[in-house]
């Protein structure tokens, strides 16, 4: 138990002293956390809160996991702090777990270089990108997330999450000037439930030898000029932007980069390290990037760290150079300390394939609750990774919020369906929900139990059955959502 602890204090503080993001300080509710323990957020007064977010899709090894928290303890008897030009055991046995252990057999991976967070190493991969190719043009999709910095925000097009300001009590917002800076280029996202393309997967297939979305995606980069494009930076599945792409999808977007002579850039930072019940999102469609991006389940959230794997090709060009760039913390020792040990316990224990088995079970229980309630347009994903699409007539696809992706949060937002369902599993002791309007976003520890999945389903099922109030069953036209 933690030492006495004055939470009117932290409470008082925490409102008159930190920035909260957003919410106003009228809307501002703290939520203090006292501890976690697995898959739970222990707050003060005892309540213990199952957390179907696993907080961004980040704590995979679990909440406070004794293998790596030993590890951090005795790290912390050894170091302090060396920077990266000093090596440590840490630092070269991390590196040789992800390219040795966990991605030898794929036999692309070169070497690695670790930052302190996801946004970091999409700057590094983006960067390493531009001084190979030597280029300046980068290709990204409609709805991606890869981060808040600057060069991360041009590649981010989910535009309600990149930065902005938004007013509670007007649709009055504010986009930061310049973001997104020059020399990012959007594709079409392969988001078969809302197409913005205006097809119907699988119908779409027998449009050409590509998808039309990959066709698209090509045009644009001829357009753009084949010989100007560094690099095309691609989430395996859309973590926060909440969409599975079709299994053909990232087989032709690879191909495609390869056959125009562009890399191609898999940001794994939500997917990565078991997530979808295999190591990585990219290996559920056998094909092999040329760098790839990391965070999260890397360290399983109990540190900050991150990186960026380079092919074998681009480890080489490389070491032809002297390579001026720096990051106070990065490679912290003790961080690495608890990458090794997090590391470790997901080979020891096959995390992804735990989580695979979970995800068999999981999504089958999620499928049930698509046939039973109204409000459930579909159900997609895998491991411990699912979209849950949120539709006021399932025969139209309605949406109760028909900005959808495109929303920039501001006005009144608390009918939103995830924010209205969160309200109401929380009634259940879970927190499940989302990051756009209308679509759930779910997925708790790799090594979750079974008795808590089923305590998120029952909460979801009493979620559902309260929106199914507000469902319609009318035949009217298909709604298009923005
Ligand atoms: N790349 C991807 N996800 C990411 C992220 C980053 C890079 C954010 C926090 C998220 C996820 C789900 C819902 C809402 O945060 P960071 O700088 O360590 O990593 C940036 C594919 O998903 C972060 C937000």
């Known amino acids: 138990m933690t030492k006495n602890i004055d939470w009117q204090k932290v409470q008082e503080w925490d409102e008159n002293y930190y920035v909260h993001l957003d919410v106003t300080k009228e809307e501002y509710q703290q939520i203090p956390v006292e501890r976690t323990e697995g898959d739970y957020l222990v707050l003060p007064d005892g309540t213990k809160l199952l957390d179907f977010f696993n907080q961004l899709y980040c704590v995979n090894s679990g909440q406070c996991n004794p293998e790596i928290q030993d590890a951090i303890k005795e790290a912390a008897d050894r170091y302090g702090f060396v920077w990266e030009a000093f090596n440590t055991d840490y630092r070269a046995k991390a590196a040789k777990l992800i390219i040795e252990d966990i991605l030898g057999k794929d036999s692309w991976a070169g070497k690695v270089s670790f930052t302190s967070s996801g946004s970091e190493a999409v700057e590094k991969a983006l960067i390493i990108a531009k001084l190979y190719k030597n ?9 991606a997330y890869h981060g808040w910095t600057m060069g991360a925000a041009g590649a981010t097009r989910l535009i309600g999450v990149r930065s ?4 509670g009590d007007s649709e009055e917002y504010r986009q930061v000037p310049g973001h997104p800076m020059a020399g990012y280029h959007v594709a079409p996202a392969p988001n078969c439930f809302n197409c913005s393309l205006g097809h119907t997967y699988p119908e779409c297939k027998s449009c050409g030898e590509q998808l039309p979305c990959v066709q698209q995606t090509e045009s644009l980069i001829r357009t753009v000029g084949t010989d100007t494009v560094a690099a095309m930076i691609t989430e395996p599945s859309f973590g926060a932007g909440s969409f599975h792409p079709p299994k053909e999808y990232l087989p032709q977007i690879r ?3 390869t056959d125009l002579d562009i890399l191609w850039i ?11 019940g295999t190591w990585f999102g990219h290996q559920q469609y056998g094909v092999t990037p040329d760098i790839m991006t990391m965070a999260k389940g890397l360290v399983s959230s ?7 794997v380079i092919s074998k090709e681009i480890a080489e060009f490389m070491d032809e150079w002297r390579w001026w760039t720096v990051s106070t913390f990065a490679a912290h020792p003790i961080a690495m300390a608890a990458v090794c040990a997090n590391l470790e316990y997901m080979i020891k224990n096959d995390l992804p394939g735990m989580c695979k088995e979970s995800g068999e079970y999981f999504g089958g229980k999620l499928r049930e609750l698509e046939k039973k309630h109204k409000c459930v347009g579909s159900v997609t994903g895998a491991g411990m990774l699912w979209v849950v699409e949120i539709v006021k007539n399932k025969k139209t696809k309605e949406r109760f919020a028909p900005i959808d992706r495109h929303t920039m949060y501001s006005g009144e937002i608390s009918m939103y369906p995830t924010k209205y ?5 929380v009634e259940k002791g879970v927190l499940v929900g989302g990051f756009t309007p209308n679509t759930l976003r779910i997925g708790a520890s790799l090594n979750v139990s079974k008795e808590d999945m089923d305590k ?3 909460a979801l099922d009493y979620a559902f059955s309260c929106l199914d109030e507000m469902c319609t069953d009318d035949e009217q036209k298909i709604i298009k959502s923005a």
Do not use: Q, W, Y
């Not at 280029?135 to 709805?143: A, G, L, Q, S, V």
């Not at 902005?164 to 007013?167: D, I, M």
């Open 135 to 143: 280029r300046p043009n980068i290709i990204t999709r409609e709805h």
């Open 164 to 167: 902005g300001l938004a007013k």
């Open 255 to 257: 191909k495609m980069c």
């Open 266 to 276: 898999c940001d794994e930072v939500l997917v990565g390290f078991g997530r979808m």
């Open 302 to 308: 109990a540190l900050p760290a991150g990186g960026v």
């Open 421 to 425: 369902i969160l309200s109401k599993t």
């Open 456 to 458: 998120a389903i029952d």
